[in-house]
């Protein structure tokens, strides 16, 4: 079970896949091995939900990921609006409606040799689009899943920003492999000052005494699901703060839950072993769930 678990569509065999310029039958889909992406994971990437026909807080997404671009120096080569109508084209390709999940990878392109300087490379940016039929199992925003405190850090802003959506991900996977060492589906992490931060894929919140808590988001990445629950807080009058706290607030907590772009709203049913809330998800949990569930149903009808 992870937050990213998902009913098996054999549809997935035949999906047709974007690659500069092409849409491809799925075992056509390839890239050089002189791309900056396979050499040095130098690129940004974004995963949209499609709901409806409708790409789920679009403008949110595709700035984070032009701002990630711009952050790394790579010039994307096309407008939002121009990535916009090739991912729709994508999708009517593969004459998808509904519970899509699309994958947006941007690598710096092309290198004349296997060297990390951007010098190196020529031509433009690689722009992939990887569009799947996968539809989250509800049971795992019921059951929830096990964390573990891993030793990986976050980063800083000064080393490798946490805060941008990059290809870079070790620092995420050395977490996902202590963790499955631990035999706990995510890894819990610290910033580099011993507060909480974030999960090794999603973001982490806590309930105490009716409140609810995140990290600064100065360590982690800038969910966009961590915000609109954040927002909804606000809007339905649900104190909610955006501060340090240690593991020892989390152990007295009365809930936490995980946020995420694939599965919304999870709870955390258990931290290295012991239950939160019995194990068992939420009042509050179960009202944030319900309350997203409902804004992605108003805002993206059928």
């Keep these: 079970m992870s937050t990213h678990t998902y009913i098996q569509d054999t549809r997935n065999k035949n999906i047709k896949i974007y690659v500069n310029g092409e849409i491809i039958h799925r075992n056509e ?6 791309d900056s992406g396979f050499l040095l994971g130098d690129g940004v990437w974004e995963g949209i939900r499609l709901h409806h026909g409708q790409l789920v807080f679009e403008k949110e997404h595709f700035y984070r990921l032009y701002h990630g671009a711009k952050k790394l120096n790579i010039d ?11 991912v ?26 296997p060297y990390q300087h951007p010098s190196a490379n020529e031509g433009g940016a690689t722009i992939v689009i990887i569009p799947e039929y996968k539809k989250a199992d509800i049971s795992i925003n019921e059951n ?7 030793q990986t ?9 946490p805060r941008l959506n990059t290809l870079s991900k070790l620092n995420c996977i050395f977490a996902c492999i202590e963790a499955d ?36 988001g100065e360590f982690c990445l800038p969910g966009i ?21 240690l593991l020892e607030n ?36 179960k009202t944030l769930f319900n309350l997203y569930k409902e804004k992605i149903n108003f805002l993206y009808p059928q």
């Design 88 to 113: 729709y084209k994508v999708l009517e390709a593969n004459n998808m409606a509904t519970d899509i999940h699309i994958r947006l990878i941007i690598s710096r392109g092309l290198k004349k040799t």
């Design 76 to 86: 994307i080569g096309i407008t939002k609006r121009e990535l916009k109508t090739i």
């Design 181 to 216: 060492k631990l035999g706990a589906d995510e890894g819990l992490m610290l910033d580099v000052n011993g507060y909480v931060s974030t999960c090794n894929s999603t973001n982490f919140f806590i309930v105490k005494n009716e409140e609810v808590w995140t990290s600064t």
């Design 29 to 34: 889909a390839k890239i050089s091995v002189f």
């Design 144 to 150: 929830g899943i096990s964390l573990a405190t891993v």
């Design 153 to 161: 850090r976050r980063g800083t802003a000064d080393t490798q920003d």
């Design 250 to 285: 989390v152990s007295t907590a009365n809930e936490a839950f995980v946020t995420g772009t694939f599965a919304g709203v999870i709870p955390v049913a258990s931290l290295n072993g012991k239950f939160i809330s019995d194990g068992k998800r939420g009042e509050m949990t």
């Design 225 to 245: 699901t961590r915000n609109k629950i954040i927002q909804l807080c606000k809007e339905n009058n649900i104190p909610v703060y955006e501060k340090n706290f």
